[in-house]
């Protein structure tokens, strides 16, 4: 007999693999806005060319990190307001169902 805890289990789960591919999104998007950025510093920025490689791969890596955790979240957050309508819907559904059974059907119908 499936439990309250098995459902909790599932949304869980469907909530970090949605916050996953927010962050894989969000790597992708602003590590390419980094890199840009970096491009356009070597090109014109005489301070960022003579910056060691490695400072080069912290910036980049950084702007990733962050732009994975905004996404992320903005998508956990998404998915949260999701569920809450389902369950809104749901246990609105559950009310009339009950009301009808309880009542009848309206006769217009």
Request: net charge neutral.
């Amino acid at each position: 007999m499936p439990s309250a805890n098995d459902a909790k289990h599932v949304e869980a789960t469907e909530a970090s693999w949605e916050a996953s591919r927010g962050a894989v999104t969000g790597a992708l998007k602003w590590g390419l806005a980094t890199a840009v950025l970096g491009g356009i510093g070597y090109a014109v920025s005489p301070v960022y060319r003579g910056l060691t490689i490695q400072f080069k791969v912290y910036l980049q890596m950084s702007g990733m990190v962050l732009g994975s955790m905004i996404e992320a979240d903005s998508r956990l957050r998404q998915y949260e307001a999701r569920v809450r309508v389902q369950r809104r819907v749901a246990r609105d559904q559950a009310y009339w169902e009950r009301f009808e059974r309880e009542y009848g059907k309206d006769e217009d119908e």
